[in-house]
């Protein structure tokens, strides 16, 4: 017997007919002897439908509000999935957020899981019952309804396993596994049978939305085995345990596993970042520190930098990215601290997108960035900004030209599926 946390994404969990078939799945491991925890996600469209009220209702909404209306998506399918299942004979019980409870932090909208108690859950899964928990949602220390950012039903689900010490954290979804890169976006996407921690985070970071970044990090910190699958299965399929999903494996298991490995595991795209341009900024020691200071006082995330060589010997322009969300905010406060950076001109542009190949082959290998340069300069796509890690390289480039650059470079590093 193991015990087993099962999530189910928002695709999987749209409409009665979709929820019966997860109950379907759910009771099976249930029956193979397994003890079940479910989280689950809000139907399809629901999230974004709630924060669509909270935009109408006020452009300066309070965020401790928000988290009550779109935390109640994920009650909803809470409630049918234990309903189904207790139709199918299983025994099942709901436990909202705030019944656990789930402790988080106080940041409203985008609240970390500070811990979890489990004796009810424990409790409710010894007596033989299938514990559902809707994802996404937790409460502060003073009692208030909180949520963990879009995409957090995944990190639910990994502290959930991580708090009740599952064997396996199962993410079912609509795509039986993680690809080379989005099967959506290039059709000869391979699936990869694992990948490591450390290349998921990366690829979550980068824009593989698959699984949220976080849930990356404390499965990797919580040591949580996380098994990326489909929940568009037959009803004769063969048991999760079997099923050819994607595993997520340290560096060590890895190498036992792979020998053959590529030395790109995958590409990822991302539309969500903005490029600002300052022009003409003294070219002094400590210029930067009063751009990039103040951004990092408003909680602004920068992500790329170049400074370029200005005109003349005594200024140079500097460009960067910023979460396209954030973009109104940056200007605000380049604008507000206008005197103290000296810049002559402020523009920006949000019709860009980040590529980024991944793989921890990098390490041990050169050549692959200048492989990508090729690559997109054959097809005359142009590089705006470039920054690397250990195991990553990104450029930016014009937004028109996603698909495109995603698909050379699939194919440049050999990735195509026969
Ligand atoms: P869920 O609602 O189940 O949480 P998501 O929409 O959040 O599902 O995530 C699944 C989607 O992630 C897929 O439909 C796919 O389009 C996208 N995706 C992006 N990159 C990848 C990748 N490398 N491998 C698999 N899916 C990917
Ligand atoms: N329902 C939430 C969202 O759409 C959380 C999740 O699905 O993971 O972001
Ligand atoms: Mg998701």
């Not at 490029?275 to 602004?300: M, Q």
Request: aromatic letters at 4%; a negative charge; hydrophobic letters at 45%.
């Amino acid at each position: 017997m193991a015990r087993i946390v099962m999530k189910f994404g928002g695709t999987s969990m749209a409409g009665t007919e979709r929820i019966r078939r997860v109950a379907r799945i759910v009771q099976r491991q249930q029956a193979a002897g397994h003890e079940v925890a479910v989280v689950v996600s809000a139907m399809a469209g629901e999230t974004d439908r709630l924060v669509n009220f909270c935009r109408e209702a006020s452009a300066l909404y309070d965020p401790a509000e928000y988290d009550v209306v779109v935390a109640s998506g994920e009650q909803v399918t809470s409630g049918l999935l234990a309903m189904h299942l207790q139709a199918l004979g299983c025994k099942a019980r709901s436990w909202l957020g705030w019944q656990l409870p789930i402790h988080t932090d106080d940041a409203h909208s985008k609240a970390r899981i500070e811990s979890i108690d489990s004796d009810a859950l424990l409790a409710s899964m010894a007596a033989g019952e299938v514990a559902v928990i809707p994802g996404f949602q937790g409460l502060t220390a003073d009692n208030r309804i909180t949520t963990l950012g879009r995409g957090g039903s995944d990190t639910s689900a990994v502290a959930v396993a991580a708090a009740i010490k599952a064997d396996r954290c199962d993410i079912y979804t609509d795509v039986d596994g993680v690809y080379t890169t989005d099967p959506r976006i290039v059709a000869k996407a391979k699936k990869l049978k694992n990948v490591t921690y450390e290349e998921m985070l990366e690829l979550a970071s980068v824009g593989s939305k698959v699984l949220q970044t976080r849930s990356v990090s404390l499965a990797m910190k919580e040591n949580v085995r996380v098994q990326v699958l489909s929940s568009f299965i037959d009803e004769d399929a063969p048991a999760a345990d079997t099923l050819p999903g994607t595993m997520i494996v340290s560096d060590e298991e890895l190498e036992g596993l792979d020998m053959e490995r590529q030395l790109i595991t995958g590409i990822a795209a991302d539309k969500n970042d903005a490029k600002v341009i300052l022009t003409a900024v003294p070219d002094r020691p400590g210029a930067v520190a009063t751009i990039f200071g103040p951004l990092a006082e408003a909680n602004i995330n920068v992500d790329m930098i170049i400074q370029n060589v200005g005109r003349a010997d005594t200024d140079t322009d500097v460009t960067f990215t910023v979460p396209q969300a954030d973009l109104d905010r940056t200007k605000a406060v380049l604008e507000a601290n206008r005197a103290t950076i000296g810049y002559e001109k402020l523009s920006t542009d949000p019709k860009v997108s980040k590529i980024s190949v991944v793989g921890v082959g990098m390490r041990s290998h050169a050549g692959v960035a200048s492989t990508m340069f090729k690559a997109l300069a054959d097809r005359g796509i142009n590089i705006q900004a470039i920054s690397t890690s250990e195991i990553k390289v990104s450029v930016l480039i014009d937004s028109d030209e996603t698909e495109l650059a995603v698909r050379v470079l699939h194919t440049a590093y050999g990735l195509d599926a026969a």
